[in-house]
RNA sequence: UGGUCCAUGGUGUAAUUGGCAACACGUCUGAUUUUGGUUCAGAAGAGUCUAGGUUCGACCCCUGGUGGACCAACCA
């Protein structure tokens, strides 16, 4: 049976091609089983959300399975607060692992039988020199190692030994498992490396069960082995540890799973390491691990990011062997495209400057009808109150524009948003000659939707009357480093901070922002899109700017 | 200097496995527009790191360079 390629003209990427590759060879009767393998020892970002988008998306286009398995085989890093934390995440991804969940530790039980059996083969012993023998007698890439004075030890001594390891009976640090392999090696990973190391610590899935935990190298391929998985899809630079992972599958002569390596996501103008992520929010760069300039899956969902535009993201950068750095721009493209969308338009005035329509009736207040989303007429309309005194945004207003000015300007007109056509026909200056109000006129048969005037305008304005604005807090974001590699660069991450990464201003909404509900998009028209922050109260609004809209004026 | 991997417009991926390089983002024009958004039409921009070789023909195969990444945690 052939299977087609799903994506119709797209063509495939390299990993898709070994699977279609091994549907058509019938290997593992068809099946393809991909799997999530978070150390719960951090937040998700948007490296790892691109990789279990690229497992996931293996997974359902395959009409195979996705596991979520926590890498829990270091108790002394990882914490239950990160569990909880990624397993939101990867859901809130859109990613469905329906019951299998699973964690590395489900199987010490085995991991620990299986370990006795590679010593009864006499492929592993325990070893007792100190951490610095062991590495002084791992040699070096070009000079072979040496071999453990504890290698030859024989199997009925070293299961004895492992059990005491097991029950506790030595301290940490005092000796380790380790693999009967090849201390000439030119691969480093294969100079006996550690099958289990001592650790008397408290493990947050299994508690004191364990004195032992076994090393990533060993618990990866045997849980991959365990859950059936056919693809195990992983980063370059575990390349290396590729041959180890055949070895212990091969030599446990258990499930053949495949591990497939692929070049880690970088994105420009942040930085993705858990080390420094870590960074930021111990020395305060940002304010938690879910602020909104956070490479985060949390940050990203609290600036607004869908879930979607991630999901489309990953989709567009594809997937490949080389080095890379992807342009954080493509993810910006795809936000506006989804929540263009998807987006309640609203009228918010940033930084506002009043104006007084002198020939419009003092105390009066219509309610003009205004559409939700002109992407989208199921969202229906609302009503926004017009009244004699408005704000308008400041930049909106120019005394002595230029030629390709649109906007407002002495005695030019503009539209205003839904409402009508207006002129200007004073400045009112304060004593420093700033600015302070516009005094214009309206056009009574100019109202939008049933203009009459005849008069042509070329800019449209947002707005918010005065009388029935709500105010509220908006904090702007702007990228988190002023370096499009900051973390590549000789000098330290921190001095590539951008000092406006968050701009906090008072702002007027419109009223009907009032009713605003976390999670709900919004357009702040001819501004950008705009989401309501967990930082929000009935009295005190505050929203987090997602993404600018583009914008096309040099001015 | 031991091993492994990688190299295609500014960026990220393609090129049906050898038939004179495509798509997306970005950039630049123009049209439409009661958001300088969206949409639509179009343009510029690489000859595939380099030098050879095989071939009628090479981004693709071979050899040698060059450049970059990764590997010597009781981390993952």
Known sequence: MTHEN??????????????????????????????????????????????????????????GLFNLRFDDTNPESEDIEFVDSIRQDVHWLGVDWENREFYASDYFPQLYDFACQLIRNGKAYVDFSSAETIAEEKGTPTEAGKESQYRNTKPEENLRLFEQMKNGEFEQGTCTLRAKIDMASPNMLLRDPIIYRIKKAHHHQTGADWNIYPMYDYAHPVSDSLEGITHSICTMEFEAHRPLYDWYLRELGIFPSRQIEFARRN?????????????????????????????????????????????????????????????????????????????????????????????????????????????????GNRSVPFSRELYIERDDFMENPPKKYFRLSPQ????????????????????????????????????????????????????????????????????????????????????????????????????????????????????????????????????????????????
């Open 6 to 63: 799903t994506s119709g003209t797209h063509s495939l990427n390299f990993i898709e091609q070994i699977i279609e590759e091994d549907i058509k060879n019938d290997k593992h009767g068809g099946r393809v089983h991909t799997r999530f393998p978070p150390e719960p020892n951090g937040y998700i970002h948007l490296g790892h959300a691109t990789s279990i988008c690229l497992n996931y998306g293996l997974a359902v286009k395959y009409k």
């Open 267 to 379: 994105f420009n103008y942040t930085i993705v390491s858990k080390r420094n992520l870590k960074r930021l929010v111990n020395e305060g760069y940002v304010n938690g691990w879910d602020d909104p300039r956070m490479p985060t899956v949390a940050g990203l969902r609290r600036r607004g990011y869908t879930s979607q535009a991630i999901r489309e993201f990953a989709d567009r950068i594809g997937v490949a062997r080389r080095e890379n750095v992807a342009d954080i721009g493509l993810l910006e493209f795809c936000v506006r495209e989804h929540l263009n969308k998807i987006a309640t338009r609203v009228m918010a005035v940033l930084d506002p400057i009043k104006v007084v329509i002198t020939n419009y009736p003092e105390g009066k207040t219509e309610w003009l009808d205004a559409e939700n989303n002109p992407e989208n007429p199921e969202a």
């Open 412 to 555: 030019k007109e503009v539209r205003l948003k839904h409402a009508y056509i207006i002129r200007c026909d004073e400045v009112v200056k304060n004593e420093a000659g700033e600015v302070v109000e516009l005094h214009c006129s309206y056009y009574e048969n100019s109202k939008s939707g049933s203009d009459t005037s005849g008069i042509s305008v070329k800019g449209t304005l947002h707005w918010v009357s005065a009388a029935t604005a709500r105010t509220a807090e908006v904090r702007l974001y702007d990228r988190l480093f002023t370096q499009p590699e900051p973390g590549a660069q000789e000098e330290d991450m921190t001095t590539f901070i951008n000092p406006n990464s968050l701009q906090i201003v008072q702002t007027f909404v419109e009223p009907s922002l009032q009713e605003a509900t976390l999670g709900q998009a919004f357009q702040f028209i001819r501004k950008g899109y705009f989401c309501l922050d967990k930082d929000s109260t009935p009295d005190n609004l505050v929203f987090n700017l997602t993404v600018n809209l583009k914008d096309s004026w040099k001015g």
